[in-house]
């Protein structure tokens, strides 16, 4: 079981009902807590959807071979395929030239099924931001965003349909979870985006996709079995995957800490984010309902667990809520929290809360927000405030869905 899915793993408590949905790789419903299974908050469509079509990064070599001898090619064909998926980012059957013109159009069909079709495509900043709406097979929408900066381009990409940690202040969280994301649906996201920047179809011309980040839709550690072989996949060089490198790679979590200790022992140098939102257990036990399950000393243990093992710092996402989690008090347990570990190994971004609309949950005060600031740096931490533009949406997981939606509505 070592390669199954975290998500699953390990529970003695989980009821008939959830076990069942549990064993099924696409769907989910549990994550493993310290007292117990976490139960996802469901959304009212969670239900069984089917798997996605298996795709070319869906399947390890031996399938591969497997499926181009079901079709009656010789092995290097397979070869062919992975050049034309990873380094050429290719998908269509016109682009297929090195392969037999006859049975194209049924490789395609058995190795590259389409997974996600673009609903809308929002640009903001200038074309240098695009957010985009992607259809899955099911009908299950996710989002996507590219952000091109002077000197990279990230991609901000969904790792589930809605999420199951059920953080109040977070308009992904109102959504609650309708299903894991295959790999290949991951994967996808990437593949269109970096086709897009090698196009030139963002702003700036022709360039390369250079970061990507686990902090759009849901909680990578909830669908870690996939994501891991994601992020395998997009830092391989081609042909065996997209060839950015893992260094440039984010793995957000609200703090599934068996999903932390995973990723540390897989000795991959991706960084870390957190989204710890509160210094203290009784206030993030408010704020975060996966931390009546870990703690913030387990999480923090863990995070700086793993920047020992990966020697990567650790990001400390942090949504400023006015009156909330931002006061001097605030900061300063927090400071003194992660100073407890030592030095330099973590870098804190403060972000300005997007609201839901109608929600308690509201910004802070920008004199609140420099004055956290402000005494973080006193600390000795490094910390940098996000600001609410559109191109700089990559804060937080959740806050993504929220903070786009919010720039384009301005940028309208
Ligand atoms: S804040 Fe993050 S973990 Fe919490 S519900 Fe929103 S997306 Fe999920």
Redesign the pocket.
């Given at each position: 079981m070592e390669e199954e899915n975290i998500v699953t793993q390990d529970d003695k408590t989980i009821s008939a009902e959830h076990a069942t949905v549990a064993a099924d790789r696409p769907e989910s419903g549990i994550t493993p807590g310290d007292k117990g299974a976490f139960r996802d908050?469901l959304s009212k469509d969670h239900a069984r959807r089917g798997k996605p079509p298996v795709q070319f990064s869906d399947m390890g070599v031996d399938e591969r071979i497997a499926k181009a001898k079901e079709l009656g090619l010789p092995k290097f064909r397979v070869k062919q395929l992975a050049n034309h998926y990873f380094g050429r980012l290719e998908t269509e059957t016109d682009a297929f030239t090195d392969l037999p013109a006859a049975s194209r159009a049924d490789i395609v069909d058995a190795f590259f099924p389409s997974l996600i079709t673009e609903v809308t495509r929002q640009v903001a900043d200038q074309g240098t931001t695009i957010k985009t709406l992607w259809c899955l097979f099911d009908g299950s929408h996710i989002e996507s965003v590219l952000m091109r900066y002077p000197n990279r381009t990230t991609l901000c990409i969904s790792s589930q349909v809605g999420?199951?940690?059920?953080?109040p202040?977070?308009?992904?969280?109102?959504l609650g979870l309708t299903r894991n994301m295959s790999t290949g649906e991951i994967l996808e996201q990437v593949r269109v985006a970096a086709r897009m920047m090698r196009d030139g179809e963002v702003a700036g011309g022709p360039g390369r996709l250079s970061n990507i980040v686990f902090m759009g839709?849901?909680?990578p550690m909830g669908n870690y079995r996939a994501v891991l072989s994601a992020v395998r996949q997009i830092s391989a060089m081609p042909p065996e995957g997209f060839g950015i490198s893992a260094r440039n790679i984010t793995v957000?979590?609200?703090g599934v800490v068996p999903g932390i200790r995973k990723l540390a022992e897989e000795g991959l140098p991706v960084r870390l984010a957190v989204?710890l939102?509160a210094p203290s257990d009784e206030l993030r036990d408010e704020l975060?309902?996966?931390n009546r399950r870990f703690n913030t000393t387990q999480v923090l243990d863990a995070a700086h667990d793993y920047f020992l093992a990966s020697k990567r710092r650790v990001s400390i996402e942090y949504?400023l809520m006015r009156g909330i989690n931002d006061q001097a008090e605030h900061a300063r347990l927090l400071a003194k929290r992660l100073n407890h570990y030592g030095d330099d190994w973590v870098h804190v971004n403060p972000i300005p809360l997007n609201p839901v609309e109608g929600s308690r949950w509201t910004a802070s005060k920008p004199e609140d927000e420099q004055r956290f600031l402000d005494i973080l740096h006193r600390a000795g931490i490094t910390a940098t405030l996000r600001d609410t533009r559109g191109s700089d949406i990559d804060g937080?997981?959740?806050?993504?869905?929220a903070k786009t939606r919010e720039a384009f509505r301005s940028a309208s």
């Open positions: 908050v999420c199951g940690m059920g953080c202040f977070c308009a992904t969280g109102k839709m849901g909680e957000s979590t609200v989204s939102h975060v309902p996966m949504a937080a997981c959740g806050q993504l869905a």
